[in-house]
């Protein structure tokens, strides 16, 4: 079972920055796809970026050019800079990490708020 841990989110005006971090507690980490996920009232849950192993990133295409994720296999943490923040990024952040390994893994985070004002 692989536990993680997001923080770094809250309240900002639009156009702020906002960095997530989520800490995981695998020493595997570096195996691990890991993605952020947001989802706002409502709505569905949708992936916002990802990052392999291989460190191969993807974004959602209302994010792309102001959001980058990043990570750093020595601390077992994938970050989620936002940048030019508006207010329909306003969501629920979560913290995903997938593995083919022993299986398929997949496991979540409990969620960050993000509050976009306008």
């Known amino acids: 079972q692989v536990q993680l841990v997001e923080s770094g989110g809250g309240l900002v005006q639009a156009g702020g920055s906002l960095r997530l971090s989520c800490a995981a507690s695998?020493?595997?980490?570096?195996?691990?796809?890991m993605g952020w996920y947001r989802q706002a009232p409502g709505k569905q849950r949708e992936l916002v970026a990802s990052i392999t192993s291989g460190g191969s990133t993807n974004y959602a295409a209302s994010v792309k050019g102001r959001f980058t994720i990043s990570r750093d296999n020595a601390k077992n943490t994938v970050y989620l800079q936002m940048n030019s923040l508006k207010a329909e990024d306003t969501a629920v952040y979560y913290c995903?990490?997938?593995?083919?390994?022993?299986?398929?893994?997949?496991?979540w985070g409990q969620g960050t708020q993000v509050t976009v004002s306008s």
């Open positions: 995903n990490a997938k593995a083919a390994y022993k299986g398929v893994q997949n496991f």
């Open positions: 695998t020493s595997i980490f570096s195996i691990f796809t």
